[in-house]
């Protein structure tokens, strides 16, 4: 049999009996160390832990530095240069971060066997980012998250995004375009840090199930097999992918490293958040002097950074302006809407009741359909509540005729535009075909400037009544935008990279109406 069946023969093997992965890539491929050795990959507790779990889709959840952006390279090249016609894809948070992920690869590729690399996977092209097998018919590109034409027009079958967390600009719209590529049965495998409780990778985070959970054997006890000659992980009827096509999650703790220790901790020094640790982890005190160390150094990051459990390490990061907590409590209790219409955009909890007051508050957009969202908050006057909400992309026009016309709906409500940006033009068809007269007036002018010295004050204003009287907000769209409201650089606040802000906006201007009386 030639090198080329060879491996082909390998692929298949990989594809019936997918535990075979560990040994192929320890006995196939060499990674560079901490110390700068390079030496054979033997999977290490947190790799082993992903393969024991893994399916086709996969969602991993980590502290830093785990190596798990060089173990999905490593099993991705090798399904690349055992199986024709493949094409694998590695996307990273930036150029500088892909750069570092195609050296990795080129080392793999660098020290295989010379009979291998000067046959079928000699390489037709090997520019920055791609490396083409012609043999196999077979390539292996990594791009960063900004590449505009990432994915467009390719058929992939093995996608891996790395630190999508982090990725800039409209992560989920990025996201949702490599999906597009990936081929029927194709392995995807979405990797990340956290990086606060909201944006792309939060939210398909939240949307995944947990997988079949793997044990370490214990060699004294355990009859099952080893994973071929890779002590610590047993394997389990069922292993593998193809079983399982769900979003599989996996969360990787740092105590999973084996590297992550410091100068041990005498037991009875421990705290009592040390002490639950170690008895429901096993944390050793070498450990729990790590995790000290931590602490001086990285202070309110380290749940960040080094995540203990797949919740804290969300919620105590990222710049979000509204407490989290209260956002959750109010989630949960959220009521159905008593009406949709415009296809779900509007939506109705309330209905007006004779004799009282109402507010519409109208946050403006360019509409049509490359534009952004407009939004309408309707709000009781006297309690605040919120009565109907409406997202959509509309223009101007449209936009006023919506809003005089629940105005109307709503007892002859008080309109208040914001006047930012499109607000001009709505106010002017507000006036001159709507011939609405009851439109909100600040100091002389019709409308409501929101400055950088009133936002402040609003999303502040917004915060408390999210806190201390969270009852009164019934969208579900609102609250998902208040997660993703943040502090930006210079502590500017706005929607996080690729959400949206309107409806926040919006209720921030009906609230401030409201408390001006």
Known sequence: MDELEGLIRLGQDIEEKPELMVGLAARLL???????????????????????????????????QMGMTTWVAARFFLRTITRPGTLTVQVAHTRDAAAAIFASVERMWQ??????????????RANAGQMVFPELESEFRVWS????????????????????????????ATLAGLRAALAPGGELVLESTPNGAYGAFYEEWCGGVDGVAQRLCDPAH??????????????????????????????????????????????????????????????????????????KTFGRLRVQEFAEDAESCFKATGDCCFEVEAIERRVVALPEPLEQRRHGALLVWLKPLVGREYIVAVDTAGGGEDGDFAAVQVIERSTGLQCAELQEKL???????????????????LIAVER????????????????????????????????????????????????????????RRLLGECRTFVAGV??????????????????????AVRVEG
């Not at 009827?237 to 100068?263: C, I, K, N, Q, T």
């Not at 223009?395 to 409500?413: D, H, N, Q, T, V």
């Not at 210079?490 to 609230?511: E, I, K, N, P, Y």
């Open 30 to 64: 060499k990674v560079r160390t901490r110390d700068g050795r390079v030496k054979e990959l033997v999977a290490n507790a947190a790799q082993l832990a992903f393969e024991g779990r893994r399916g086709r889709q996969n969602i991993v959840l980590k502290a830093r």
């Open 111 to 124: 020290f295989l066997p010379e009979e291998l690399r000067e046959g079928p996977l000699v390489r037709s």
């Open 145 to 172: 998250a900004g590449d505009e034409s990432a994915g467009r027009g390719l058929s992939v079958q093995n996608l891996h995004c790395s630190e999508v967390s982090r990725w800039p600009g409209d992560a989920a």
């Open 222 to 295: 355990d009859d099952e097999t080893v994973m071929n000659g890779a002590p610590g992980l047993c394997v389990v009827p069922g292993f593998g992918s193809g079983l399982r096509d769900g979003l599989v999650r996996h969360f990787l703790p740092w105590w999973m490293e084996p590297a992550y220790v410091r100068e041990a901790v005498a037991a009875e020094s421990m705290s009592a958040e040390e002490c639950g640790l170690v008895e429901r982890y096993g944390l050793s005190a070498e450990q729990v002097g790590f995790r000290r160390g931590l602490e």
């Open 395 to 413: 223009r101007p026009a449209e936009l006023a005729g919506i809003a005089a016309s629940l105005a109307r709906e709503y007892e002859g409500a």
């Open 420 to 475: 930012n940006n499109h607000g001009a033009a709505v106010l002017a068809y507000l006036e001159s075909s709507e011939r609405y007269a009851r439109l909100y007036r600040q100091r002389g002018e019709t409308g409501w400037l929101t400055t950088s010295a009133s936002k402040p004050e609003m999303i502040a204003g917004l915060g408390v009544l999210l806190r201390e009287s969270g009852g009164m907000f019934a969208s």
């Open 490 to 511: 210079g502590g500017r606040a706005g929607a996080a990279s690729g959400a949206h802000d309107d409806l926040v906006m919006s209720m921030a201007v009906a609230q």
